[in-house]
């Protein structure tokens, strides 16, 4: 058998793994309802996977018509999420792909100070992707960890802006989770990374 190019992460094999991540059912039924509402919205077919802490499933959903295989990405996206305490594999992948010489550039976006446990436990938050925004240092170890280089990261402050002041149901209900006086700026940047093979 042959052996992965990627090194395991440590936490899978210690098995030092937490498995009472307070997600219910209930949850993450919500959650996905929410983000299935939110896609509905927007005019997108989506999928929605949701596992606990140890990447087992807890509840998937899929909207109709949405293509059969989005139920294996969305599944294979939130256990790496969760299980591995690692985004997904994207950085990797892009590595793999480009040519010597090639040029990447991912807009994400970057946790900077960490969040209120009333912002993470959101179900808004969680769909609207500020609850799962990674760690801008954690996301510079990761780009580096892959033999890409000349990282460059540029911040677009104005997408958080926008954010803050919408009239969207999704970030007022995050808004309205900041500790007094905070706004989501003070805790998640919208960033470009641009790095080279």
Same mark, same amino acid.
């Given at each position: 058998?042959?052996?992965?190019?990627?090194?395991?992460?440590?936490? *899978?094999?210690?098995?030092?793994?937490?498995?009472?991540?307070?997600? +219910?059912?209930?949850?993450?039924?919500?959650?996905?309802? !929410?983000?299935?509402?939110?896609?509905?919205?927007?005019?997108?077919?989506?999928?929605? !996977?949701?596992?606990?802490?140890?990447?087992?499933?807890? /509840?998937?959903? %899929?909207?109709?018509?949405?293509?059969?295989?989005?139920?294996?990405? /969305?599944?294979?996206?939130?256990?790496?999420?969760?299980?591995?305490?690692?985004?997904?594999?994207? *950085?990797?992948?892009?590595? %793999?792909?480009?040519?010597?010489?090639?040029?990447?550039?991912?807009?994400?976006?970057?946790?900077?100070?960490?969040?209120?446990?009333?912002?993470?436990?959101? @179900?808004? /938050?969680?769909?609207?992707?500020?609850?799962?925004?990674?760690?801008?240092?954690?996301?510079?170890?990761?780009?580096?960890?892959?033999?890409?280089?000349?990282?460059?990261?540029?911040?677009?402050?104005?997408?958080?802006?926008?954010?803050?002041?919408?009239?969207?149901?999704?970030?007022? +209900? @995050?808004?309205?989770?900041?500790?007094?006086?905070?706004?989501?700026?003070?805790?998640?940047?919208?960033?470009?990374?641009?790095?080279?093979?």
């Amino acid at each position: 058998m042959a052996q992965s190019k990627d090194p395991v992460p440590t936490v *899978w094999t210690e098995g030092a793994l937490s498995y009472s991540s307070g997600l +219910t059912f209930d949850t993450a039924k919500k959650m996905i309802d !929410a983000g299935m509402a939110e896609a509905k919205r927007q005019g997108l077919l989506m999928c929605v !996977a949701v596992s606990d802490s140890g990447g087992n499933l807890i /509840a998937c959903g %899929r909207m109709e018509n949405c293509m059969l295989a989005s139920i294996n990405i /969305a599944m294979d996206k939130a256990y790496t999420a969760a299980y591995g305490k690692l985004p997904t594999q994207v *950085w990797r992948e892009i590595y %793999r792909v480009l040519k010597p010489g090639g040029k990447a550039c991912v807009s994400d976006l970057a946790v900077t100070e960490k969040l209120p446990d009333k912002v993470r436990e959101c @179900v808004f /938050a969680l769909v609207g992707c500020v609850a799962g925004a990674v760690p801008l240092d954690e996301t510079k170890e990761i780009i580096g960890s892959t033999g890409l280089k000349d990282l460059q990261i540029s911040v677009k402050k104005y997408n958080v802006d926008i954010m803050e002041n919408c009239s969207d149901s999704f970030y007022k +209900t @995050v808004n309205e989770n900041l500790p007094p006086g905070k706004k989501l700026s003070d805790y998640v940047i919208s960033t470009n990374f641009t790095a080279r093979k």
